[in-house]
């Protein structure tokens, strides 16, 4: 599975961004998908995740109510809805796969197996 994230870039606080995961590779349907986040001087976060299916999605607390994991198993593509940005989601986000045989909606950064490779989102205060 090869996955490349895009759709990053600089907002104003209090604004929406749309990140896209684009991936490629058979089976992604069965994959369950995650998107981290890394900001400057800091170690790689979960921010959602969600299952092969999309019927069972996950967040940080940091994010609840202001992101939206979802996928579309026929474009074989993730996205993460974020609204009312603040400065510290300021940080480059990564989408994440974990093997296709593995069900379990984990926000554990070791047990993603296959990683795009980021996309930067700036939120200026």
């Known amino acids: 599975v090869q996955l490349q994230a895009s759709g990053g870039g600089l907002v104003q606080a209090g604004n929406s961004l749309r990140l896209s995961c684009a991936a490629s590779?058979?089976?992604?349907?069965?994959?369950?998908m995650g998107w981290f986040r890394q900001a400057p001087g800091k170690g790689r976060e979960f921010v959602a995740a969600?299952?092969?299916?999309?019927?069972?999605?996950r967040y940080a607390d940091s994010v609840k109510g202001r992101f939206t994991i979802s996928r579309d198993n026929a474009l074989n593509t993730m996205y993460l809805q974020m609204n009312s940005l603040k400065p510290e989601d300021t940080a480059v986000y990564y989408c994440?796969?974990?093997?296709?045989?593995?069900?379990?909606?984990?926000?554990?950064?070791?047990?993603?197996?296959?990683w795009g490779q980021g996309t930067l989102v700036t939120v200026s205060s």
């Open positions: 994440a796969a974990r093997a296709a045989t593995i069900t379990v909606v984990t926000d554990s950064r070791y047990q993603y197996r296959y």
């Open positions: 969600i299952s092969g299916n999309g019927g069972v999605t």
């Open positions: 590779g058979r089976g992604f349907s069965n994959n369950v």
